[in-house]
């Protein structure tokens, strides 16, 4: 009995406290970082403009959001995948870029990421 | 046995809690002494254009210009979720500001939805035995 309460205690702390803080990509847990290594690897942005903008469009989230929905037409091409970027304090030097290297929107937009806005989760 | 085996497994999964909590508070509890700052997202591995978190939001019309958050605790990317954020900053001579401020949600708010959200307390904590030199005194 004393047992049982004492491995249950511990078990709600563990819950309560410690994976409350190991959220998905929680600042310093192993997670975040495997969220930071991947946007280190990939563009935030998916090659598209923004209409109303001219370049692509960072829309902020808030930090704690995960994953995001993308839509698109055919079987299997609408698909749940995480937000891996995030704003951070470091200044990256100024960018070189063309504007031809992003394209408009097409007439019929077949995906949401063709868009223009791109979802970046908000800093810590 | 069996009991001193289970104190034992909570004495480590306590020490896991503590240690989890100490990482992710550190993080939440930082000094911010420079006032006009910015967040970045660099460009690709192939380069190509960035991000920066303000202006916000965006596109803005060029009737509006530029804005600047004159206190870092208003900056609208703190109310988007749910924590809890302190501020210390040193000032020399004068003791120690410590500013905490909640972020979170007060049910009964909704009744007056107009009301802000934040919560904002500001302490200065002198020390009567630090040597602030002379011209101060508590």
Known sequence: MKRSLILAVATVALIAVGLADMAWAGEGSLLGYRAKFRAKRTSWNGCYYSAEWG???????????????????GVGNTRVTPIWHQYRRNYPGPCQYQSGMYRSTPAWPSDTTQFGVYYVRGPW | MVLKRSRWLLL???AMVWI????????????SPDLFYNYYVPPGPCGGVGAELYVCPRPTPPLVGHTWYTYQPLMSHEYLYQHCR??????PGAGLTWTKV???H???HALCPTW?????????FVNPFADYGNYFRP
């Open chain 1, 55 to 73: 370049m692509p469009l960072a829309l902020v989230v808030p930090p704690t959001a995960e994953r995001q929905v993308n839509w698109g037409w």
């Open chain 2, 12 to 14: 480590v999964v306590l």
């Open chain 2, 20 to 31: 989890l909590g100490a990482r992710t508070s550190e993080a939440r509890h930082r000094t």
């Open chain 2, 86 to 91: 302190h501020h210390v900053r040193r000032n």
């Open chain 2, 102 to 104: 909640r972020y979170g």
């Open chain 2, 106 to 108: 007060n049910p009964l």
């Open chain 2, 116 to 124: 802000m959200d934040g919560k904002l307390r500001s302490h200065i």
